[in-house]
């Protein structure tokens, strides 16, 4: 029998423009400057089959791949190279509620996502009333979309989503949304398909789910697969390779922005000349305490006069995961700078870190007040380490308070009341 | 006992139609009819509004030509004809500056669903094509009520210039929402050129008046599309024996303008079938 899915040496390249060339003034007058591209490679080399019947699970890192690969073998982005089929219907939610017009009554949206999913409206009549059941939302058939509670939305989403017979199911991280008794009804649907013998493909971050519902489980990591087998086998793998990843990360990184850094992309209209993290005392460390103060000090030479423009920071762990960040526009602050050659300065102080102890990476960026050009990027721009004090666990201070109210005449020590 | 109300434990699926058309014509009714309802939902007066702001062009258009500087003098019945034009004209321009942004307005689902993308051109123009077909259908049995028709045999070719119509705008259509994905100066652009065109196409006046002007210029003129398809509508609908077709006017040149309107059609077909792969990663 024929695998439901055949992927074979799936090849993808995004080329990211460094500015936004969408309007024609800005193509005939920057023409030559065309080649102004920065490469990512999404997917490497894919290859895998999907036999009928399995569910499929794909994990990984965010900018592994994960989306893209969906994407593709959903007809979403078309391959450079190499191919992914699907032989039979499939239904793919890479969002729920995709095509759902909140201006419109539920019933209405019934009818337009349902013809998303290629029912006719006549299918759909009879099955309005079932759908209402499913979703325990009955009451709320003529009311408009946009009244809808969030959680509400969802439901409504995920049963029209399943309405459709199909072969094949993807589905992108739908699983972190909906109240918990609807995940289970989530997933008791998952187990009906699984027992029916429906492929399923889920891309989720929530490797419990993946470990307990995947006969199979791949994990990619910068567009390759890394591993591929039993979900428990899977799950360890990643766990080792996020540990290691950030031990390698946290040994390898400068400790600030050198000039020309190779990880610095941008129109270099303004450049980062460096970047670097001040202490309370205002010397330059990489050793920094939870609650205590953390300035980072930017230095940045214009190359070309700008005006005004925005400045941002980030900080991020290892992995990946982005923890924080903001840029002056976004905080009210002008910056600008009108004759090339000028330097500015820029710092940006946290009087309390609210990070525990673990190695942070920090990227900073600059672009113009709409978005569209980058002028200059760093990421690793910087890198820090909270010491470990205080035991808290997790990666951030969440300054809370206890109260504990006991009755006096209960014995004393049972519990002390602390503060955070 | 009492019995807790609980949403059905499961829901049953649907066989989709095994025709792959039939789905996407499903789906081009879909959401053609929600944009038409979506465009007069809220407003007090709905559908109305789309047959007044054709009725106020009119008058103003009439009012300025035809009574202050009397382009339309000698012309038979030359503020019927001008209604004609100017429905016909409207739904040119809704219809295309609404297919410019069918696209580009519509990212989130062109990256994150699969479907045959023309579907979202067809059903904006399918949508516009709604309030046209009304507009028209009142217009005509008015004026004709009216005694301002004289509809005759010649007058059953009027669908077929109307369908000239529809293939000249989906063609634009195509072509435009998907240039408009990638140049967005597009949408300034074709608002200048469908002034150009709106005093270009004779619709305030009779395409005569250009004649009279000069030979060779109306001979130019007449290769505009449009000019030839309000041109001829004037000519089926409103008194095939007063007023003369394209091909009267300007003899067999009038094959031209037909030949363009489908050349546009297969042009903006090639141009948004070629860019289709690229707008997912664009928008």
């Not at chain 1, 199911?169 to 909906?178: H, P, Q, S």
């Not at chain 1, 666990?393 to 206890?402: A, D, P, S």
């Not at chain 2, 067999?252 to 948004?272: E, H, K, N, Q």
Request: proline letters at 4%; charged letters at 20%; glycine letters at 8%.
């Amino acid at each position: 029998m024929k695998p439901v899915v055949e992927v074979s040496h799936l090849r993808k390249r995004f080329r990211l423009p460094l500015d936004k060339s969408s309007t024609l003034k800005y193509r005939m007058t920057h023409w030559r400057s065309s080649s102004r591209y920065r490469d990512l490679i999404a997917l490497r080399d894919i290859s895998f089959d999907i036999p009928t019947g399995q569910f499929l699970g794909i994990a990984g890192p965010n900018g592994c791949g994960k989306s893209t690969l969906l994407k593709i073998l959903c007809r979403i982005y078309k391959a450079d190279s190499g191919y992914a089929r699907v032989n039979g219907e499939f239904s793919a939610f890479l969002e729920l509620g995709v095509g759902f017009n909140p201006e419109l009554t539920a019933r209405d949206n019934i009818f337009l996502g349902g013809a998303m999913l290629g029912l006719t409206r006549a299918q759909l009549r009879d099955k309005v009333d079932e759908v209402f059941a499913f979703a325990e939302l009955e009451e709320f058939a003529e009311q408009k979309l946009k009244n809808f509670s969030s959680g509400m939305q969802v439901r409504l989403a995920f049963s029209v989503a399943i309405l459709a017979e199909t072969d094949l199911l993807v589905m992108d991280e739908v699983l972190a949304v909906g109240d918990a008794s609807f995940q289970e009804k989530c997933f008791d649907t998952f187990s009906r398909y699984k027992r029916e013998g429906k492929t399923i493909v889920l891309v989720s971050h929530d490797l419990n789910s993946l470990e307990e519902y995947c006969d199979r489980v791949l994990l990619l990591n910068q567009g390759e697969i890394i591993a591929d087998g039993p979900a428990a086998e899977v799950t360890a793998a990643y766990h080792r390779m996020v540990a290691e990843h950030a031990l390698a990360v946290e040994r390898d990184l400068p400790s600030k922005l050198e000039r020309g850094d190779p990880s610095q992309w941008g129109s270099r209209a303004v450049e980062f000349v460096s970047a670097s993290l001040i202490d309370g005392q205002g010397q330059t460390t990489r050793r920094f305490d939870t609650g205590g103060p953390i300035t980072l000090d930017m230095q940045m030479l214009v190359h070309r006069d700008v005006g005004d423009f925005v400045c941002g920071m980030a900080i991020r762990r290892a992995d990946g995961l982005l923890l924080a960040g903001t840029n002056t526009f976004l905080d009210h602050v002008t910056v600008s700078s009108h004759s090339p050659g000028a330097t500015v300065s820029i710092r940006y102080t946290v009087d309390s870190l609210p990070l525990l102890a673990g190695g942070y990476i920090v990227q900073v960026s600059a672009h113009d007040v709409t978005g569209s050009e980058i002028y200059d990027h760093a990421d690793p721009a910087a890198s820090f380490h909270v010491n470990n004090m205080g035991g808290h666990v997790g990666m951030l201070e969440m300054h809370g308070r206890w109260q504990v109210e006991q009755e006096q005449d209960v014995p004393t020590g049972a519990f002390r009341q602390t503060a955070g | 006992m009492t019995v807790v109300a609980q949403g059905s434990g499961t829901l049953g699926a649907i066989q989709r139609p095994r025709s792959v058309f039939q789905r996407n014509l499903n789906l081009v009714r879909e959401l053609s009819i929600t944009s038409f309802k979506l465009k007069y939902t809220g407003s007090a007066l709905g559908y109305v509004w789309s047959l007044v702001k054709p009725l106020m062009l009119f008058g103003i258009m009439y009012l300025v030509f035809s009574i202050l500087l009397k382009a339309g003098t000698g012309a038979y019945d030359f503020p019927v004809q001008l209604l004609v034009a100017i429905v016909a004209w409207t739904f040119f321009t809704e219809a295309t500056a609404t297919a410019m942004n069918a696209v580009a307005g519509n990212g989130d689902l062109i990256r994150k669903a699969y479907f045959p993308r023309w579907i979202l051109v067809a059903a904006s123009t399918t949508s516009a094509l709604l309030t046209f077909a009304i507009n028209t259908v009142l217009v005509v049995i008015v004026t004709f009520a009216l005694g301002h028709l004289e509809l005759s045999w010649v007058s059953l070719l009027a669908p077929l210039y109307y369908l000239e119509l529809i293939v000249l705008v989906l063609g634009l259509s195509m072509l435009l929402s998907a240039l408009f994905v990638f140049f967005r100066d597009l949408g300034h652009i074709w608002e200048i050129v469908s002034l150009v065109l709106f005093y270009g196409s004779a619709i305030v006046f009779p395409f005569e008046l250009i004649q009279t002007h000069s030979i060779k210029l109306a001979d130019l003129a007449g290769l505009n599309p449009i000019a030839q398809i309000i041109t001829d509508l004037r000519h089926v609908l409103v008194a095939p024996d007063k007023i003369p077709s394209m091909a009267a006017l300007i003899g067999p040149l009038a094959y031209i303008p037909i030949a363009i309107s489908i050349g546009v059609f297969i042009l903006g077909f090639i141009v948004f079938h070629k860019l289709t792969p690229r707008f997912a990663e664009a928008l």
